[in-house]
């Protein structure tokens, strides 16, 4: 496997070691981090994760991905812990069915999230998604909503309004956009209009602006996860991630690990940066500081 370049590399190595030592847990994020272009886990990432999980040291997800959606990959890596959905709204034991955590936006937020979505500007290059009870609603099926859904193996639920689906406040609301200008705009304005008490508001890839409730993000659903649910202390963490959504797990955590692929602004908050996705990053971080 190819190493990580030096000049990636932003604790000492001392530090790394030493910090290596105290980890129990290690946390993975999912797309662009333990599954690349293939959708699925490669074998040396695997091979790298068992090892650890050998070495006592327990494995979570923590990911953007709809429960349902996430819940072969947690599968596919033997863990026995509960995973994290929707950035951490959504903490639910696959074992024993419990639901942890389901955090959700307000009726009233939805609501005005629709009438923005909806302005004659945006409603074209938009495809919006709102998730509730880990359900996929749309509008319509844009060709965007049947890619994604293909890949997330989920069946999107047309339904014309989505003004119609609040009878339920939704766990997450996605607007997608092959426009990266979009998006940015997108984030831009919001981040304007709802203060971070009121929204989270985040990018999981450059094409999805996402938006959940004000508590939620990574960062919080491991920390809840290390301290409430398992007895450990946050410092007792390793995560790995690439992108936006993943900041506030990988600044909290012991250890954290960004991906090559990742964005430049979340390598620069990371420890150590690793290979990319499809060099196995993932597996020669796990190697270097777990094994």
């Known amino acids: 496997m190819q190493k990580a370049k030096a000049s990636a590399t932003h604790l000492a190595s001392s530090d790394n070691q030493a910090a290596a030592k105290d980890i129990k847990l ?8 333990i599954a690349g272009h293939s959708n699925s886990i490669s074998i040396g990432v695997k091979q790298a994760i068992v090892a650890a999980q050998a070495r006592g040291i327990q494995v979570a997800i923590a990911t953007g991905r709809m429960y349902r959606s996430a819940l072969r990959f947690h599968q596919d890596i033997g863990s026995t812990l509960p995973l994290m959905a929707y950035q951490g709204a959504w903490i639910q034991d696959p074992i024993t069915q419990k639901i942890h955590r389901h955090w959700t936006v307000s009726r009233e937020i939805a609501q005005q999230l629709i009438d923005y979505f909806e302005q004659p500007e945006l409603r074209s290059l938009l495809s919006v998604h709102f998730y509730i009870n880990d359900q996929l609603y749309v509008r319509e099926l844009t060709r965007e909503t049947q890619i994604y859904a293909e890949r997330s193996s989920i069946t999107p639920i047309p339904v014309g309004d989505l003004r119609q689906t609040l009878t339920n406040e939704p766990t997450k609301i996605l607007a997608l956009c092959n426009d990266t200008d979009v998006i940015d705009q997108l984030l831009g304005n919001l981040r304007r209009q709802y203060t971070p008490a009121e929204l989270y508001l985040t990018t999981s890839v450059a094409t999805f602006f996402e938006a ?53 602004g979340v390598q620069a908050i990371a420890q150590w940066v690793a290979p990319s996705v499809e060099e196995d990053g993932a597996a020669v971080a796990i190697e270097k500081f777990l094994l």
Request: aromatic share 4%; no cysteine; net charge negative.
């Open 26 to 33: 290690l946390v993975l994020d999912v797309d662009g981090t």
């Open 212 to 264: 959940t409730n004000a508590s939620v993000n990574k960062g919080t659903a491991v920390r809840y996860l290390a301290e409430e649910l398992l007895g450990l202390q946050i410092a007792n963490v390793m995560a790995i991630g690439d992108n936006f959504n993943d900041l506030e797990m990988l600044e909290s955590v012991g250890l954290g690990v960004a991906m090559g692929n990742a964005p430049a």
